[in-house]
């Protein structure tokens, strides 16, 4: 008898069994092993490398998907730049507006102020009016000054005005007390105020820094050949005008001149700031724009006679000039949008609030020109 197969039935041998399904592998996992082990290597580093390769082509997507939304998002921007734009140049050239004149200097006006809701003035007549805006009465006139007054500002607490009688006159609106300070040798033509710090400018030259808690003069620049006629604040720095033709940039914690822009061949008379961009007014019947990081003239725009007030909207300029019209003016481009005429003589001294340009003019008058959109 075969012992082999008891009863008839063949014996099995256990290394002859099929493997059990659940230890089976994948036959990618299995092709990958025997290759690997075929050439003698580990496989985990490789799919490392497989797995760190498949991740870098995933952020390289990602970060080509954010650059192009980026570009539409910037694209996009630009073309509602340019909407924007060519709807504020529309607006400016076909607004409608209504004028309200003010009565009762009995001299040329110099200087306007507003808020919005009064406005003071002042000039020839050595008194300052305050207005109601929206009756256009006169509800209180500031008197004290010896000569024509040059320049005014006022705020919450105060009423300020410089005039040729060398004098600068604070009034208190809350006590009404009257401070006069006296240090100029010559007609004070120009104000700058920031919080506690007042800075006026005069036809001798010279350029005082006030603290207006104690009314007494803390710094003092010198370095213009001629009157100072228009001062503007830039952060920590101060530009002033002058009558020697040039513009001058001073370190307000120094007191030292850092620059000089050179162009005008006449007085400065105005100066306004936007950002970096600087404007100013000359009697050389221009109005020209600087870069003020490098003092460079980027433009010129040229008026029939002498610039002596300005404003700097976002992507516009209005001009008052010797001639009794204010124009509005293109930024970029430097083309003029609008010519208003309504005063019948020049234009010393104008504001844009909110909707309402308010000029004042050699004529006499205050003018309210209140438009149907608002600018700033």
């Known amino acids: 008898m075969n012992l082999n197969e008891p009863n ?23 092709a990958i092993t025997e290759e690997a082990y075929q050439e003698g290597e580990d496989p985990i580093p490789r799919m490392k490398k497989e797995l760190f390769q498949l991740r870098t082509q995933m952020q390289t997507m990602k970060n080509d998907h954010e650059r192009e939304l980026k570009s539409m998002q910037k694209r996009l921007n630009a073309l509602l730049a340019v909407h924007e734009k060519k709807s504020v140049k529309k607006r400016l050239r076909r607004a409608t507006y209504t004028i309200k004149t003010l009565t009762g200097h009995t001299a ?90 007042m ?15 104690t009314a007494q003069c ?18 920590n720095q101060l530009v002033s005008g002058s009558a020697d033709k040039t513009i001058k940039v001073w370190d307000l914690e120094s007191g030292r001149c850092t620059k000089t822009l050179r162009g005008h061949m006449e007085d400065v008379y105005c100066l306004k700031f936007k950002k970096e961009i600087l404007i100013s007014g000359s009697g050389d019947k221009t109005l020209r724009l600087w870069d003020i990081r490098s003092g460079d003239c980027l433009k010129v725009l040229i008026h029939p006679e002498p610039v002596y007030t300005c404003h700097l909207g976002d992507n516009f300029i209005i001009t008052g000039c010797g001639d009794p019209a204010i124009r509005i003016w293109d930024l970029t481009s430097g083309e003029c949008l609008r010519i208003i005429r309504s005063h019948s003589d020049g234009i010393y001294s104008l504001q844009l609030v909110g909707n309402q340009i308010i000029t004042g003019s050699v004529d006499k008058s205050v003018r309210v020109f209140e438009f149907a959109d608002d600018y700033e």
């Open 8 to 30: 008839g039935h063949k014996i099995q041998d256990d290394s002859d069994d099929e493997e059990p399904k659940s230890l089976k592998k994948h036959p990618s996992e299995v």
């Open 108 to 197: 040329g006006i110099s200087a306007v102020q507003s808020n919005g809701k009064i406005a003071m003035t002042t000039g020839g007549d050595k008194v300052i009016n305050v207005w109601d805006l929206e009756t256009g009465k006169c509800l209180q006139t500031l008197s004290g000054h010896t000569s024509g007054v040059c320049c005014l500002f006022f705020d919450d607490r105060h009423v300020i005005s410089g005039s040729w009688d060398k004098t600068i006159r604070i009034w208190d609106r809350k006590t009404s007390e009257v401070r006069t300070l006296k240090a100029h040798v010559n007609g004070i033509r120009c104000l700058q105020v920031d919080g506690n710090v």
């Open 199 to 213: 800075i006026s400018g005069a036809a001798d030259k010279i350029i005082f820094v006030w603290n207006l808690e």
């Open 218 to 235: 803390e710094l003092i620049l010198k370095g213009h050949e001629g009157g100072v006629y228009c001062l503007e604040f830039h952060g």
